[in-house]
């Protein structure tokens, strides 16, 4: 049984940092988001891979209770490749391979149409559009990046004024608002819709905005950073995995959702791919939920 | 009664930002330090001015309590010049006229001798040197710049290897430590000698670090940045204003210095020089305290 419908990519990426190279390993949108969520809840991807795509990639996810259902088959699977240099705070895109995504047109499965949560993950716009007309979530988050903000900008605009939680990193959000402040860029944000807006900074955590309430959530002061490849759709995944799970809208536990994103996502870049999720627990998770009150009480 | 000596610059400042220009304002860390700190102790000025310095700026801080006994007048005023682009992080210095500065060589008042806190604010490391060996302080806290971390690197771990608190911004600790990582950068200066350190991340708010602990200070989310001129030295002024009040050295009580820091830094990037400064009551700096921790709380 889906809880959480999330279309997105699903990737093979090659990705260069500081602390090594590697190829052709599992990424995308979709990958990271459904993993993260399912120590939570049970994810349903809506994705495109090509007949290059390695079976045990799938059976990966299978095995963490991840819905495959909605991955088609279909040419050559999308890739990316990109570096991060000293400071790690963004990806440089080396090359983009769309493949198969270019001519996607997403067909939910019949299992995934009564599930109350959807993700649009990091994908074009209309691909998000499509998936949110053929389904009938109550509670819909959308995540984008600077790519669809430059080439898609009206229908992107189009599609958050249909969710209920909007997801950007700061600097996306600054560039989609057209202002360097992040309190009047939510505020425009919300003003198109969404109830909720939330701004990642990476290492400097989340900001939560709301009708007239601030939500600052930290970042997990990280010694070993390896690769943050995946870091916001992990986030994002732990976010709405753990709002599927306690079926809590509120607020105050919206704040703790955003918390559990922080920590998986401080876990999943401590290795690349997601070498590090694999070797996670619900119990480690809930350490470094705790550690986090620790480390900001005062 | 001097509880806290500051040695710093007492400036004349030209500021250009998104939001107006203003020529021959009020600036310097010595300034900025000893106004935010006036909320909680009183602090003594060691620096020096010239003879075009006005006499009002002098008179604003004795009514707040500072003790400008230690400033002396020769020559030129100190002078910088500086522009804030689009995103506000980051001050780009157009000129830098040392004037006075360039000579000066820093003598303490006898009334200051006996004070337990001492805050060296960015200024030459010699200067910071001077001041230290003739002075009796228990609680020393260093801050520093790019400039002197480039120009006088060897003197500057000199001066950080005799203090208990060590100030940074997280560029700037990045740039020193020559890491990314903040954490590895935080015991790198640890293992200097001082027992606290603390980065600051302006609007994320700062870090700080002790044996084994971490603390995660939020930033206040500010709508209306006007001149970031002077956030860390105000940051700075009211971390260590707040420990002479309290004189309660414990990591906790360094926790909350650190969120009244951010709180105070926070007013005085609202406007120009210290002008927010002057409006402001200990009354609002209790309100936006409380604020801090309902605005992190999960």
Known sequence: MVDIVMVGTVALDSVKTPFGQKDDILGGSATYGSYAASFFAQPGIVAVVGDDFPQDNLQLLKEKGISTDGIEVSGK???????????????????????????????????????????????????QLAVLEQTNADFVM??????????????????????DVLLLNDGE???????????????????????????????????????????????????????????????????????????????PNIRKAVVYGSVVASFNVEDFSLENMKRLSLEKIEQRFNEMQELRSF
Do not use: C
């Open 173 to 251: 959000a600054r560039q989609l608002f057209n202002t360097a402040n992040l309190v009047k860029a939510a505020k425009q944000a919300m003003d198109l819709g969404p109830k909720y807006v939330i701004f990642k900074k990476g290492e400097h955590g989340a900001l939560l905005f709301s009708d007239g309430k601030v939500f600052n959530a930290p970042g997990y002061p990280l010694e070993d950073l390896k690769d943050p490849t995946g870091a916001g759709d992990s986030f994002a995944g732990a976010f709405i995995g753990y709002i599927a799970k306690t079926k809590d809208l509120s607020e």
């Open 77 to 127: 699977t999308f890739r990316w490749s990109g570096e991060y240099e000293f400071d790690m705070n963004e990806a440089k895109t080396l090359d983009t391979q769309l493949n198969a995504l270019a001519t996607f047109s997403p067909k939910i499965p019949e299992e995934y149409k009564e599930a109350k949560f959807l993700f649009l993950a990091n994908i074009d716009p209309n691909l």
């Open 142 to 163: 959308l995540d984008s990046m600077n790519f669809w903000i430059e080439s898609a900008r009206d229908k992107l605009l189009e599609v958050i004024s249909k969710v």
